[in-house]
């Protein structure tokens, strides 16, 4: 391949990812109009228009969108190739892009990035906060976080962190007014937070587990949020019971600010993990951040 056509290559791919020559030209380092020469060029050599092109938006061609899903893979590889190379130096580099939930940044991995960039300081990191979950492969993460039940099961997966629990928690307020729930059925009798789920839309029920006994409960109440710290909130102010993780609210309840309830019906489950595809070729600082992260009970 002649170093021209692989620029050609390049621009089209980037023009196709981002949905704009404007865009990927930005992305490029390049001008406009040298991306959409690239892209012409490509297009005359091959015989076949790639994409189509309009004064205000542009979109691939049945034969655009095949070559982009052949050769975005084939890139991928290459650019994890240059940065395994570039990190042959002396001092690892390149920028580890991961995504993970509020809780799950706070909780497990911001105390480790503040030493590891400390240790390391010419490596880079793009943290993503979304409390959905994120396709890291289509959106091009290193790595996600979330708890192991979550991970797919064709990804590697490292644990980061110890079991989790989860805990039902009311302001003392709350229960002199309606009364302590015995078991998760005499929620029906209460009010409750509802989540609202950032991947499907759905409202989260209530999970439950005692000596075998699962139960679900989705919950009545005046409020529906998909923010932990709002739940905690409305639970601290007296509207309604929040179900949230144990850690989270811990201080609260040792400080009577918040009561627990139903702690026996909620057993603990798999905690935090790193998970990454296990077909792409990973650098030599993703390497050092996973063996930073990975948990050690």
């Known amino acids: 391949m002649r170093h021209g056509d692989f620029s050609e290559l390049a621009a089209f791919i980037a023009v196709a990812e981002a949905g704009s020559f404007t865009r990927a030209a930005a992305k490029l380092g390049l ?15 091959l015989g076949v228009r790639l994409i189509s092109r309009t004064t205000r938006s542009l979109s691939l061609t049945d034969a655009g969108q095949r070559m982009l899903r052949n050769l975005r893979p084939s890139f991928e590889n290459i650019e994890s190739e ?13 920028t580890i892009r991961v995504t993970t939930f509020r809780y799950a940044a706070t909780s497990v991995l911001w105390p480790v990035v503040t030493k590891f960039l400390a240790e390391y300081p010419d490596i880079e990191m793009e943290i993503i906060v979304d409390e959905g979950l994120t396709d890291i492969v289509a959106d091009r993460f290193d790595a996600g976080i979330r708890v192991g039940e979550q991970v797919q099961k064709d990804m590697i997966a490292v644990r980061i ?25 005499d929620l029906g009798n209460h009010l409750g937070v509802s989540y609202r789920q950032t991947t499907g839309g759905g409202l989260y029920a209530w999970e439950f587990d005692r000596d075998g006994e699962e139960l679900q409960v989705r919950m009545n109440g005046p409020l529906i949020m998909n923010d932990g710290l709002m739940l905690e909130a409305a639970a601290l102010d007296g509207i309604a019971l929040a179900y949230t993780f144990e850690s989270q609210v811990a201080h609260y309840v040792e400080d009577g600010r918040l009561i627990r309830v139903l702690e026996d019906w909620c057993p603990p489950f798999s905690g935090y993990h790193l998970y990454y595809p296990s077909r792409r070729q990973h650098t030599a600082a993703f390497a050092l951040f996973v063996e930073a992260l990975r948990y050690r009970s």
């Open 161 to 185: 962190g110890p079991d989790l629990r989860m805990a039902v928690v009311g302001s003392p307020s709350y229960f002199a007014k309606r009364g302590v729930p015995q078991t998760p059925r």
């Open 82 to 94: 240059i940065a395994a190379i570039s990190a042959l130096r002396d001092k690892p580099t390149g």
């Open 31 to 45: 001008s406009q109009s040298a991306v959409s020469y690239s892209v012409r060029m490509l297009e005359q050599k």
